[in-house]
């Protein structure tokens, strides 16, 4: 019998996926701000601004690039996410929502490749909102 934790991440229609969360105590707009601001290296990496219009496309200097899907202020941001060392695209979505100690932050990645490609990112993910929780700190 296979071990359960083989298809963990995986799902029916979108490839591996992987999600984290933080809550910081801050505002949402106080949040958003930073993330599209300051904080858009962290996650996103080295861009001047992030293009907020559907189908808009972006790329960062360290060669992420993709297409914004869908854009919601103080909400909720989904794009393509490609490294330039990656021979397929991706699914980010950056989601921000009040919660009772402050605003909790949410990265969602799916269709990704496989299942070291899931480790790796959900690594990436802990990394960036570790570093978002302690700019809030």
């Not at 995986?10 to 809550?23: I, M, N, P, Q, S």
């Not at 496309?57 to 330039?84: C, M, N």
């Not at 009772?100 to 949410?106: L, N, Q, R």
């Amino acid at each position: 019998m296979a071990d359960s934790q083989d298809t963990t991440g995986l799902t029916k229609d979108a490839g591996w996926e992987t999600g984290v969360r933080a809550t910081v105590a801050a505002t949402v707009p106080t949040t958003w701000a930073y993330l599209m601001g300051d904080g858009l290296p962290l996650w996103l990496g080295e861009i001047a601004a992030l293009p907020t219009e559907k189908g808009a496309t972006f790329a960062t200097k360290d060669g992420v690039r993709g297409t914004i899907r869908s854009f919601a202020a103080d909400y909720r941001v989904r794009l393509s996410w490609q490294p330039e060392d990656w021979p397929h695209d991706s699914t980010l979505q950056l989601t921000v929502k009040q919660v009772a100690t402050g605003t909790s932050i949410a990265f969602h990645h799916d269709r990704l490749a496989d299942r070291d490609e899931r480790r790796m990112m959900l690594g990436h993910w802990k990394n960036v909102a570790g570093a978002i929780s302690a700019h809030f700190a």
